[in-house]
């Protein structure tokens, strides 16, 4: 910008790129803010749609095809077995570190209750 443009103009512009770039990907993939976004929200907090570097929708869209086709491909072989075909697993997602952050606080809620109740892991 180099005293140009007005700073307001330059986060007008850095809001308008895409989720998959190197500047909004970067927040998204940070441990630190990902704890600070895992943190319990009230009700009535908008969700934001996370999507880390190189997932552009196309991609995204791609991947729910793919667990889509499996999806076809089980039922179909369910109709002439005996019994259902197993779910297939989905394709491996993209994971942000507020994601990754709410996971492992889940993870040891699970684990905590379970030690409660007497089961050992």
């Not at 512009?13 to 319990?40: F, I, K, T």
């Not at 749609?49 to 995204?60: G, I, K, N, T």
């Not at 491909?73 to 394709?91: D, G, Q």
């Amino acid at each position: 910008m180099r005293g140009e443009c007005p700073w307001s103009q330059l986060i007008r512009l850095l809001r308008h790129l895409p989720m998959w770039s190197h500047y909004q990907a970067a927040p998204l993939m940070d441990p630190e803010l990902g704890e600070l976004r895992a943190e319990p929200e009230p009700e009535d907090a908008e969700l934001l749609a996370l999507s880390p570097l190189h997932y552009d929708l196309p991609a995204l869209l791609m991947l729910r095809h793919i667990d889509v086709t499996k999806e076809l491909i089980r039922v179909v072989a369910s109709v002439f077995a005996e019994s259902p075909a197993a779910p297939l697993p989905p394709e491996p997602r993209p994971m942000t570190a507020e994601a990754a952050a709410r996971a492992r606080a889940e993870r040891d809620q699970v684990r905590d209750v379970l030690t409660r109740l007497g089961v050992q892991l």
